[in-house]
């Protein structure tokens, strides 16, 4: 059980409970359109990442097929509604079903997006970012924090595309170390995201990765997005096989970070052979173990 920080100054990484994670290796997020070959006893994944609305309140014949591959694979629940950024704190319902739900497939950890999806109790159905200002990260920081320490496995926090850029005092590296400074959590880095924000808004990718506290990203999402219909902004359709670029900003990462999990995260268009995403699935395990073996040989 993780507790909130003692006292209101900034948390560094090495004060965080996220060194002692597992190492996973390379999942994929499981849906049905591929959960055949995942099952496959000749496919090669390490863990699954699970969409946790999909499990959360669901009746035992749903929970079971949890059960059932938690047999084999390591799981994380991978969130939509938990709705950190908004004013008001998560339902006492929805926390203590998580809660109940990380213990029963002993997560080693859960991830939701650093947003809003609620608003005056309005679902919004979409990950809406958040106004960049210190007040709110620090807000949002401590919120995680105390939702950590409900649910009593770290918490990691995704950085999600937006496309239109409202004028804000900080920029999304800063408020994302900002959020850092005031909880214990960790981050999910989806690079997809990341290479989809720096194109659109015009920036550099690797000095995002500069800019935030890299040793906080315990897990990465990989994905293709697609350009938009009128080719002026890229979109995060998940729907693509994961590009150059985001694979290099992966090798980047993994030289700075000592990352413990890739997730290929396939939306839709899933291609008919499955080999295709356990090409990539293999391809980051290389990335990841490669990274791993060099900073053993260093030490
Ligand atoms: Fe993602």
Not at 45 to 69: G, K, N, Q, S
Not at 165 to 180: C, G, K, N, R
Not at 250 to 270: G, I, M, S, W, Y
Request: charged share 25%; glycine share 6%.
């Amino acid at each position: 059980m993780t507790t909130a920080p003692s006292s209101s100054a900034p948390v560094t990484a090495a004060a965080t409970p996220l060194g002692g994670l597992p190492y996973l290796g390379s999942g994929i997020g499981y849906r049905t359109e591929i959960k055949d070959a995942v099952g496959s006893p000749t496919s090669r994944v390490d863990w699954l990442e699970v969409i946790t609305e999909h499990y959360l309140f669901a009746p035992p014949d749903v929970r079971d097929v949890l059960h059932r591959l938690r047999r084999r694979f390591r799981l994380v629940p991978h969130g939509l509604e938990l709705s950190i950024g908004a004013p008001r704190e998560p339902s006492s319902r929805y926390v203590d079903a998580l809660a109940r739900l990380v213990e029963e497939i002993d997560a080693p950890w859960f991830s939701d997006h650093l947003c809003f999806t609620r608003a005056g109790g309005v679902a919004l159905s979409t990950l809406t970012p958040l106004p960049r200002t210190r007040e709110i990260a620090r807000e949002v920081g401590r919120r995680a924090q105390r939702v950590q320490a409900a649910v009593g496995r770290p918490l990691i926090l995704e950085n999600v595309t937006y496309y239109i850029d409202l004028p804000s005092p900080l920029s999304e590296a800063q408020f994302i170390t900002e959020v850092m400074e005031h909880c214990e959590c960790g981050l999910l880095l989806d690079l997809t995201n990341l290479d989809i924000n720096a194109r659109n808004h015009g920036y550099r990718a690797v000095d995002f990765l500069d800019a935030i506290p890299v040793e906080r990203v315990v897990q990465v999402h990989l994905a293709g997005g697609t350009g938009g219909e009128d080719d002026r902004m890229d979109l995060d359709t998940h729907s693509e096989p994961v590009p150059p670029v985001v694979w290099e900003l992966l090798t980047k990462l993994v030289a700075r970070a000592p990352l413990r999990a890739t997730l290929l995260e396939r939306d839709q268009n899933f291609p008919a052979d499955f080999g295709e995403l356990q090409a990539e699935l293999d391809h980051a395990r290389r990335i990841l173990t490669g990274a791993r073996d060099a900073r053993a040989e260093v030490r």
